[in-house]
């Protein structure tokens, strides 16, 4: 009997978990100039093992990109990649589901990461939402100055991201 019960309560823990995800992103990149650049890109971010699809917007210089179901996401990878391709992230706005997770002092925490509202709500967010990063490497240097304050870095490991709704 105890062991069915830790068994439920094991799944109910994750069936919580699993709901909560990021599912999709737009991604706007700077200094794409062709065509040949955007391929590039794209190329480029198709070797992260979390990405599902991306379309590239030509006129816009952003990609749209969905994830994959229960496969954690990890925005630095996508910075690093569209570095490597020789580009610079310029904005990256991402939807992320809120099921099953709670916003704690302007915080909630992913895959690791801990994620800092620098724009606070007072309302709860519980389904999908779409904030923007603003940390350097994934916004222009006077957004991230803007929200450049010191986050008080409670995680016990991974890494701060500062987002904005």
């Not at 904030?131 to 409670?154: L, M």
Request: with cysteine; aromatic share 10%.
């Amino acid at each position: 009997m105890k062991t069915i019960k830790i068994f439920v309560a094991i799944l109910a823990l994750s069936i919580s978990v699993a709901n909560a995800q990021f599912t999709k992103a737009e991604l706007q990149v700077s200094g794409l100039t062709c065509s040949m650049c955007s391929k590039a890109t794209e190329k480029s971010l198709r070797t992260l093992g979390f990405i599902s699809d991306i379309k590239a917007d030509l006129n816009r210089n952003v990609f749209l990109i969905t994830f994959k179901k229960d496969v954690p996401v990890n925005l630095d990878q996508i910075s690093k990649k569209v570095q490597s391709a020789g580009f610079f992230v310029n904005n990256l706005k991402t939807t992320f589901n809120f099921s099953g997770t709670k916003l704690v002092n302007n915080t909630f925490s992913y895959a690791g990461d801990t994620y800092y509202l620098v724009t606070p709500t007072d309302k709860e967010l519980n389904g999908p939402a779409t904030f923007t990063v603003v940390d350097k490497g994934f916004a222009p240097a006077a957004v991230y100055k803007k929200y450049s304050a010191p986050v008080a870095n409670n995680a016990k490991s991974g890494r701060v991201y500062r987002i904005a709704i």
